[in-house]
């Protein structure tokens, strides 16, 4: 009869992912497959030793500040997966950060333990181009929130009814507002995001959730 | 709210907690709805002729009708041409739709 820990390394030992196990409670680790590794370049022993410090030498800033966050983002979930994006800095041969996607589930026979894989935008085959697209996207919220900070509920309104591809007479409709002063905050949104396109539209609509699938 | 000061990639500022670099899920989401309406619209897109699609390209990342029959060679005739046989073929209903589709099938990116 093989114990939980030993099936666990069995199958991710073989799987081509970085894969780890981390406690519901408080997020630490409490196992990592060889890939991560040698990818990452710790031992579980010296992360849990490591702490904090070891983290903020593997993982860009940005990155670090979502790690609290994941606990939360794990209880919205509700039993689902969650994807989320890190920036890592990978052993050899390159010091640089490099992004990673991690799928996270919390699986009930592991006693809520927290199952995170990590993959590399080339390992997801015909998505790969999608997720270099998400990857894009990421880095344009980040340099584009300050933008987003400073827009009116009116303006994001705006924005959602501009993406679903709504005319101007429909929006003045929507919003209980006059066509001219469509035109008018559609000009004054043009100049506040320097955007001079539908995708450019589109793409900050997307990076900032303003679209219902 | 508690908010973050973060320093990353030359870029400064403060994120709410909520709205943190890396949650993506919302954008994989997205991404999905348009591979489904990427299926939904195979058909009429496999009827596209090569040009078609160069023109579909070009108009989705924002290219006027002069600039594309400039960078193509054509007469503006002709690109407003292939505009309504775009609009007819793939049921462009707004502007905003010649992007989402040349997404979904990725001709281009966001």
């Given at each position: 009869m093989i114990n939980k820990g030993e099936e666990v390394h069995n199958i991710s030992s073989h799987l081509p992912f970085i894969v780890h196990l981390n406690s519901?409670?408080?997020?630490?680790?409490s196992y990592v497959n060889p890939r991560f590794t040698s990818t990452i370049g710790y031992t579980l022993e010296e992360l849990v030793t490591g702490g904090s410090e070891i983290f903020s030498e593997y993982v860009r800033e940005d990155s670090l500040e979502l790690y609290p966050t994941l606990l939360e983002l794990t209880h919205q979930a509700n039993g689902n997966d969650f994807t989320f994006l890190h920036h890592v800095r990978q052993?050899?041969?390159?010091p640089d950060f490099r992004p990673l996607i991690t799928i996270t589930k919390a699986l009930g026979r592991f006693d809520g333990l927290l199952f995170c894989f990590s993959a590399e935008p080339?390992?997801?085959?015909?998505w790969r181009n999608r997720m270099l697209n998400v990857i894009e996207l990421d880095q344009f919220k980040l340099k584009n929130y300050q933008l987003f900070r400073l827009l009116t509920k009116r303006e994001t309104e705006l924005i959602k009814a501009l993406a679903h591809g709504f005319s101007n007479s429909d929006i003045a409709e929507r919003l209980f507002i006059s066509r001219s002063t469509v035109e008018t905050h559609r000009k004054s949104l043009k100049a506040k995001l320097g955007i001079s396109s539908y995708r450019d539209l589109l793409k900050f609509a997307v990076a900032f959730d303003l679209v219902d699938s | 709210m508690t908010r973050k000061s973060l320093n990353v990639d030359g870029y400064s500022g403060e994120f709410p907690t909520s709205s943190l670099?890396?949650?993506?899920d919302h954008m994989i989401e997205a991404f999905k709805a348009l591979d489904l309406y990427a299926k939904s619209t195979q058909e009429q897109f496999a009827q596209l002729t090569g040009q078609e699609r160069r023109i579909l390209s070009l108009i989705a990342v924002g290219h006027s009708n002069p600039d594309i029959a400039a960078q193509l060679s054509l007469s503006r005739a002709t690109v407003q041409n292939h505009r309504a046989n775009l609009r007819n073929k793939l049921d462009i209903?707004?502007?905003?739709d010649y992007v989402r589709i040349a997404v979904a099938h990725q001709l281009i990116t966001l």
């Open positions: 519901p409670i408080d997020l630490s680790l052993s050899a041969p390159r080339r390992q997801f085959g015909s | 670099p890396g949650s993506i209903k707004s502007d905003v």
